[in-house]
């Protein structure tokens, strides 16, 4: 696995590095930097302080996506599904979590509430064009391509 280097900025003397989970690990680990704990209602959304900003280098991009874990037993992802951190911000990192539960949850101070994908982004012209090339697929939408 190639490794870059990122550098980042503690807002928070709290705040905890992003760590990997193992050695092969996509996404590195985001933790809730707050004085206490705070309970999400269900339904409800609450941003959660990291305390960190971070250099994304030029040509990449960090994808904000939920902790599996959190999300299927808990039901606590970011609202936004996949938050985007792009190259040139360098504001804190806050991560926007949803309760789709039934049941109230408590986010405590420390604990892992997402993981960052530091990722390649392809910048691209739109160009305008009276027609596109056709695919065995074309317009087909939703569901098109069957069910296996």
Do not use: W
Not at 57 to 71: H, I, T
Not at 120 to 139: H, I, Q, W, Y
């Amino acid at each position: 696995m190639q490794k870059q280097t990122l550098k980042f900025k503690k807002l928070d003397a709290r705040a905890t590095p992003p760590t990997y989970g193992s050695a092969f690990s996509a996404g590195a680990d985001l933790y809730a930097c707050m004085d206490e704990a705070v309970t999400i209602a269900p339904g409800q959304a609450q941003f959660i302080h990291t305390g960190l900003a971070m250099e994304i280098p030029v040509g990449y991009a960090g994808l904000v996506y939920a902790r599996s874990g959190l999300a299927t037993k808990k039901g606590i992802a970011p609202a936004n599904k996949v938050g985007v951190v792009d190259s040139d911000y360098r504001g804190e990192l806050m991560v926007c979590l949803y309760n789709q539960s039934s049941e109230a949850y408590t986010v405590s101070p420390g604990e892992r509430i997402a993981q960052i994908v530091i990722t390649p982004v392809l910048a691209v012209e739109f160009v305008e064009a009276g027609e596109l090339s056709d695919t065995a697929r074309g317009a087909g939408g939703f569901g098109s391509t069957g069910k296996r």
